[in-house]
């Protein structure tokens, strides 16, 4: 049982850290609207990425440890909840998740076909993008849905059933795909000053230097589900690594941005530029 003291100290970095995702994400989202340069069809992913990792914030990072910690805190025991908006958290805890890992599997198919074949990736279709972040946002639901279906449980308990095989075949892809594409980077051949190759190779590595964080960030958490689909009774399956593990998750959806800004120099600009048309925008007003 927690004490209140744990329990409010939980609560306010639950809190704190949702307003930091949803606002740096927020913000990174205003910057691709008002640069429409920003929005070319590698940056498609980021963009939809940015989204989950707002909506992770918004809907999951902060309300869904409470449902957890109800029956062991004192101080929330207090505080009933509906039981729609139990199942609420419940859906959105492992759905938001689940798109973002998604979103960062294509991210890695993606730069992989832009890795090996250059020229026929210049010229996919706008379309073919939305087609693709549409299956991003629908998989998960297409998941959460035959969860459902396969099992008499409730839906809490299903989901541990295909969340260890789905995460397990994201692992799988993104670190497949960095791999070939390390390999091709070391022994293939590329034009060494050739302005687009350059680029395209600094966008790759700045989200491979994205997946790698992510995935550490998101490892604890991985564990936590693993450990409680084998029905595992160890310290990784208790109550106080699941908040450990959602603490970090969380500081997974607001660094992506961070990493944006420091690597690729137009994200950059986008940002400082903001900031500086809202300062002097706020010294004409006090003028």
Known sequence: MFSSTKCITLLAVFVTESLIIVSV?????????KNRNLRTRAMYLVISLTVADMLVGLLSQSPSPLVFMQDTCDLLRRV???GKIETLFSITMPFLPLVSLT??????????????RPFKHRVIKKWVYGVIIATVWVLPVMILSAAMFISFYDLTDNLFILWPIYYCFCLFVICVSYACISIKFVCGAYPQHHGAVNRQRKLT???LIMTIVSLILLIPFLLYIFVVAIGSKNILSSLSYLCFSFILAGV??????????????????????LFSRQRNENVVILV
């Open 103 to 116: 979103n960062i599997a294509v991210i890695s198919l993606e730069r992989t076909h832009a890795a090996f």
């Open 80 to 82: 009933p909840l509906d």
């Open 205 to 207: 590595v700045t989200l």
């Open 252 to 273: 997974n959806s607001f660094v992506n941005p961070i990493l944006y800004s420091v690597r690729i120099p137009e994200i950059k600009q986008a940002f400082i530029s």
């Open 25 to 33: 994400n927020l913000l990174t989202i205003i910057v691709f609207i």
